[in-house]
């Protein structure tokens, strides 16, 4: 799934949590989405993109990950965050998860469709300009 940024790109730093992990001893593949949320959290609050308490942001509409390699508790995740589609409603996030022992290796990698949402209306608009202005640095 490799996929080429039409954006300037982020790396999140996430450490790894005991409970994080499954009954086979690597961390649940639900958590990955966790780890993509927290990520692309830090990188829109990095923009200045705060969410909460608004009338219209970023909602989650469709989510993609392949896990390359497990990942064992104790880790400290490294997630490279890059926009790899826009358009007028929506952009499409991409993901590539390293860990700090092995920083040349892939563990996951994924996508995120995030629409812009007018949540008083209850449906998407067109992303603000001032917003793709940040997002495109």
């Not at 949590?17 to 990095?46: C, K, P």
Request: glycine share 4%; with cysteine.
């Amino acid at each position: 799934m490799q996929q080429e940024s039409i954006s300037s790109s982020y790396c999140a730093k996430i450490p790894t949590r005991w409970g994080d992990m499954d009954a086979f001893g690597h961390m649940n593949n639900a958590v990955y989405l966790t780890y993509f949320e927290q990520a692309r959290i830090q990188w829109f609050e990095s923009l200045n993109i705060f969410i909460s308490n608004q009338t219209e942001g970023p909602i989650q509409y469709d989510s993609h990950v392949t896990y390359l390699r497990p990942i064992v508790y104790p880790a400290t995740l490294f997630i490279d965050l890059n926009i790899v589609e826009f358009s007028q409603r929506s952009f499409v996030v991409g993901y590539a998860v390293y860990i700090s022992e092995q920083k040349d290796k892939k563990f996951a990698e994924g996508t995120t469709k995030i629409v812009w949402f007018d949540y008083q209306q209850g449906k998407s608009k067109a992303i603000p300009e001032s917003l793709l202005a940040r997002l495109k640095k």
